[in-house]
């Protein structure tokens, strides 16, 4: 499902995180890995938010570097702490990524109602509080047919309900549609909740399997 090759990303020089050769297969993967050690960068760079050097591949055919409109467009990822445009209603934010998602029309509707989100979807993003925005970035996050979909932090700034809606978005698109998930969080997943899944950690500058 996803092929690093001689990944690297420096920060000043430094080497942050290095993986030389790794394939992860497709599935659920709880990312662990101390405050620092690189989970939010390992993310970032999967997204293509972040430079690195070397390559990742989606399917073992599609490059980040050499194929990045169509790499993105399999690729979706909710950030841990989201800032929109505060002028833009949550509304227009859904519309924007559904169009460069290639969204079928009206896909939004089932997240927005099972976060319960239609009574402030219409307003300013600035009138947010953190809670509405981690919902909104979730929505986002689900909208298109992506092969992928990278979570840093989901289980913050979300009440206990919310979660349980979350996992449930989670296992209806990997059981329905093989959609693969990486997620990194501090707290413990509820695996009762989840297909089964398999855990990675980053430690030492680099990623690898513990389970």
Not at 33 to 62: E, H, M, R, Y
Not at 126 to 139: A, D
Not at 141 to 147: E, I, S, V, W, Y
Request: zero cysteines.
């Amino acid at each position: 499902m996803l092929q690093f090759i001689k990944f690297k990303k420096l920060y000043g020089g430094f080497p942050a995180l290095k993986i030389e050769e790794l394939t992860i297969q497709p599935g659920i993967y709880w990312i662990k890995g101390v405050n620092g050690s690189g989970k939010s960068t390992l993310l970032k760079s999967i997204a293509g938010i972040l430079s690195f050097d070397g390559d990742i591949k989606l399917d073992s055919n599609i490059s980040i570097k050499k194929q990045p409109v169509a790499y993105r467009k399999l690729v979706n990822f909710a950030e841990a702490e989201p800032l929109f445009p505060e002028f833009l209603t949550g509304s227009e934010m859904i519309a924007l990524f559904a169009k460069a998602k290639d969204a079928p029309a009206g896909q939004e509707q089932h997240y927005l109602e099972t976060m319960q989100m239609q009574a402030y979807v219409n307003q300013p993003v600035g009138t947010y509080s953190s809670g509405m925005l981690k919902k909104l970035s979730l929505v986002l996050a689900f909208l298109g047919t992506p092969k992928l979909i990278l979570l840093d932090e989901p289980l913050i700034t979300i009440d206990t309900a919310s979660l349980k809606i979350l996992n449930g978005w989670i296992a209806e698109r990997y059981n329905q549609e093989s959609t693969s998930f990486l997620l990194s969080s501090h707290q413990a997943l509820e695996h009762n909740e989840l297909p089964a899944a398999h855990e990675l950690l980053v430690e030492e500058q680099t990623l690898k399997f513990i389970a």
